[in-house]
Antibody, heavy 118, light 113 residues
Framework: QVHLVESGGGVVQPGGSLRLSCGASGFIFSDSGMHWVRQAPGKGLEWVTFITYDGSNKYYADSVKGRFTISRDNSKSTVNLHMNSLRPEDTAIYFC???????????WGQGTLVTVSS | DIVMTQSPDSLTASLGERATINCKSSQSVLYSSNNKNYLAWYQQKPGQPPKLLIYWASTRESGVPDRFSGSGSGTDFTLTINSLQAEDVAVYYCQQYYSTPYNFGQGTKLEIK
């Protein structure tokens, strides 16, 4: 059974940084691409970033490009999201999710809440 | 970027009825080399993460009731829910995975009368 558990959320001031982590189990992590998708309070889903199974390719939404960095450690079955220069509009639940390149998002974690506020 | 637009934004239907949600992409998500539409549908119930329902526009995910079906090709897609049940109350999203950014539609909120 696929299990994705996010951690690292919290309250941060505008301009600050935060690192989210996602631990994965129940599937061959090194064969799977991984996404981060976010959802602002009461709003819809926004795709944020994707990393291929081997970490060789990374893709970002324009809204986070240059500020967020996705990375993975296949030896630990974890994927991380480093978030810099945070803005109030980055406030959201951040979901870690599994999916292939050019494939649907197959599995989702429960999410971790990031609040950017002074 | 491919923009995904759903209609309606909200929908109220009765138990046992059929609900239809539409999704339109700003450009085709049909890949000609394999004749597949790179389009998925997700269901999100309150307080829960989304759940994959349909992929390749019409393939039902394992375990999803056959009351849920997807159709369409190119730029126009439909999610149909037959014989509505109380547990179908949720927000439904379409998403294209043809090219990054893998944009979602704005969501359609389904309520039961």
């Amino acid at each position: 059974q696929v299990h994705l558990v996010e951690s690292g959320g919290g309250v941060v001031q505008p301009g600050g940084s935060l690192r989210l982590s996602c631990g994965a189990s129940g599937f061959i992590f090194s064969d799977s691409g991984m996404h981060w998708v976010r959802q602002a309070p009461g709003k819809g889903l926004e795709w944020v970033t994707f990393i291929t199974y081997d970490g060789s390719n990374k893709y970002y939404a324009d809204s986070v490009k240059g500020r967020f960095t996705i990375s993975r450690d296949n030896s630990k079955s974890t994927v991380n999201l480093h978030m810099n220069s945070l803005r109030p509009e980055d406030t959201a639940i951040y979901f870690c999710a599994r999916g292939g390149t050019s494939g649907p998002v197959e599995n989702w974690g429960q999410g971790t809440l990031v609040t950017v506020s002074s | 970027d491919i923009v995904m637009t759903q209609s309606p934004d909200s929908l109220t239907a009765s138990l046992g009825e059929r609900a239809t949600i539409n999704c339109k992409s700003s450009q085709s998500v049909l890949y000609s080399s394999n004749n597949k539409n790179y389009l998925a549908w997700y269901q999100q119930k309150p307080g829960q993460p989304p759940k994959l329902l349909i992929y390749w526009a019409s393939t039902r995910e394992s375990g999803v009731p056959d009351r849920f079906s997807g159709s369409g090709s190119g730029t126009d897609f439909t999610l149909t829910i037959n014989s509505l049940q109380a547990e179908d109350v949720a927000v439904y999203y379409c998403q294209q995975y043809y090219s990054t950014p893998y944009n979602f539609g704005q969501g359609t909120k389904l309520e039961i009368k």
